[in-house]
C-alpha cells in the first residue's frame, strides 16, 4: 500500500498566523483529499486536490482560508490561513490508490 | 447532516463477545470502505466492497455490502483488546470519500 508522509506532525500557533502541511506518497496519485478530524470523531473533508487543476472545496470550506497546492502526482500541502483557536484540530492529508484512501499521521495543530 | 450513518456510536465489550457494527445510507455508492484508527494515527483501510451482496473475511472480520449497495456491516468475532479503536465506514460519493461518524470500539481483556 501507498505511504503517505505528512508534516509536520503537531504544531502550536498563534492566532493570525499561517501553516503550511506538506503531503508526500511514495507513488504517483491522481487523487488526493484533506480532512479534518476532531479528537475521537470522524472526517470530515475539506478539498478534493487533482494534479492539473484547482482544488475542490466543499460546503464550509474556501480556497483563502485553506489553499492547497499539486504541483505533481505524489505531493500537495494544505494552509490554514489567519488562523484563529477553531482551527485547532487534526489536519489529515490521503491519497486514493489501490482501491481505497492511505492516510497520513496528520498533522495536530493547536491554534492559541 | 451525515450521508452515511453508524451505529453504535460506541461500544464496549469483554475480550471474546462478538459485535455488529452497522453503515447505512439512503444513497447508492459504487463502493464502500471500513477503516480502523488508533490514536494518533492515520485511518488503515481494512476492506473495499464494491459489487451488491458481497461479503468479504478478514481473519476474524467479516464485512457485508448490501444488495442494493446502501448499507455495509462489519461483524467481529471473538473480539480481542487489540481491535479496540475507531471504526469508521465510507462511501465513494461523486469522485470523494465520504465517511460516517464512526463506532468507537472497547475490548475489555
Known amino acids: 500500500s501507498a505511504v503517505i508522509s505528512q508534516k509536520p506532525s503537531r504544531d502550536i500557533c498563534q492566532r493570525g498566523t499561517s501553516l503550511t502541511i506538506q503531503c508526500q506518497v511514495d507513488?504517483?496519485?491522481?487523487?488526493m483529499f484533506w480532512y479534518r478530524q476532531q479528537p475521537g470523531q470522524s472526517l470530515t473533508l475539506i478539498a478534493t486536490?487533482?494534479?492539473?487543476?484547482?482544488?475542490?472545496?466543499e460546503s464550509g470550506f474556501v480556497i483563502d482560508k485553506f489553499p492547497i497546492s499539486r504541483p505533481n502526482l505524489t505531493f500537495s500541502t494544505l494552509t490554514v490561513s489567519n488562523m484563529s483557536p477553531e482551527d485547532s484540530s487534526i489536519y489529515l492529508c490521503?491519497?486514493?490508490?489501490?482501491?481505497?484512501?492511505?492516510f497520513g499521521n496528520g498533522t495536530r495543530l493547536t491554534v492559541t | 447532516t451525515q450521508l452515511l450513518e453508524q451505529s453504535p456510536q460506541f461500544l464496549s465489550i469483554q475480550e471474546g463477545e462478538n459485535l455488529t457494527v452497522y453503515c447505512n445510507s439512503s444513497?447508492?455508492?459504487?463502493?464502500l470502505q471500513w477503516y480502523r484508527q488508533e490514536p494518533g494515527e492515520g485511518p488503515v483501510l481494512l476492506v473495499t466492497?464494491?459489487?451488491?451482496?458481497e461479503v468479504k473475511k478478514l481473519k476474524r472480520l467479516t464485512f457485508q455490502f448490501g444488495d442494493a449497495r446502501k448499507d455495509s456491516s462489519l461483524h467481529i468475532t471473538a473480539a480481542q483488546p487489540g481491535d479496540t479503536g475507531l471504526y469508521l465506514c465510507a462511501g465513494a460519493w461523486n469522485n470523494d470519500m465520504r465517511f460516517g461518524a464512526g463506532t468507537r470500539l472497547t475490548v475489555k481483556p
Open positions: 490521503s491519497a486514493y490508490t489501490q482501491g481505497g484512501l492511505h
Open positions: 507513488s504517483q496519485v491522481t487523487m
Open positions: 486536490a487533482n494534479q492539473g487543476s484547482e482544488a475542490t472545496y
Open positions: 444513497s447508492v455508492f459504487s463502493s
Open positions: 466492497v464494491v459489487t451488491g451482496g
